[in-house]
């Protein structure tokens, strides 16, 4: 009886080595096939080159050559607001100026809660504050990673009177791994501007 039972076992052994080794042969190839991870264009971006913006408003900073500022207008009130189109990263920084009139932590508050607002997408958010007591710059730069629609936002006040806050959309859906390059290259050209920010 065992020896039935072990001849039935290699004969059930042999079946399915000839099985496989037919499925193998079967599909033409002696390579196995491996899926590959998806690619990305490779983004070729220009050198970081730079020009001083300051206009009839109580500001002015460093702002790369290749983007376009446009004033923003409510009817024909003219505002300090500025949209700056970031030329070839497909992108918007949208810049807002505030005459406070409110606490300041109402405004801080605010602008904390609009980064909040993206932390269902979020798969990390990074804060770095912003202290430069000499030229009256106080704030915090936010990174948002992940498939978030604003990677970048951050707010520079006074302390006292003056506020500003700035939020960064690009015209396309957000895909973190793809506009990696492109989010690394903008952050450069962040840091400038935090860092050459001047109050009037």
Known sequence: ???LLKINHMKNLLFGILFLTGVISSCGSDELAIPKPPTYLDV???EHKYINYSPDCPYSFDIPSMFK??????????????DIELGPLNGTLHFSYIEMSKPL??????????VDDHKIKATAIEDENIIRPKDK???????????VASPFQFYITDSTKRFVSGVIYFNARPNYDSIKPTLDYLKVDLKRFLETFKWK
Do not use: W
């Open 1 to 3: 009886m065992k020896q």
């Open 69 to 82: 500022i446009k004033q923003v207008d409510y009817g024909k009130e003219s505002t300090c607001h500025r």
């Open 137 to 147: 710059v106080y704030g915090t730069f936010f990174e948002l990673q992940g498939d």
């Open 105 to 114: 932590a109402e405004y801080v508050n605010f602008s904390i809660s609009k």
């Open 44 to 46: 070729n971006l220009p």
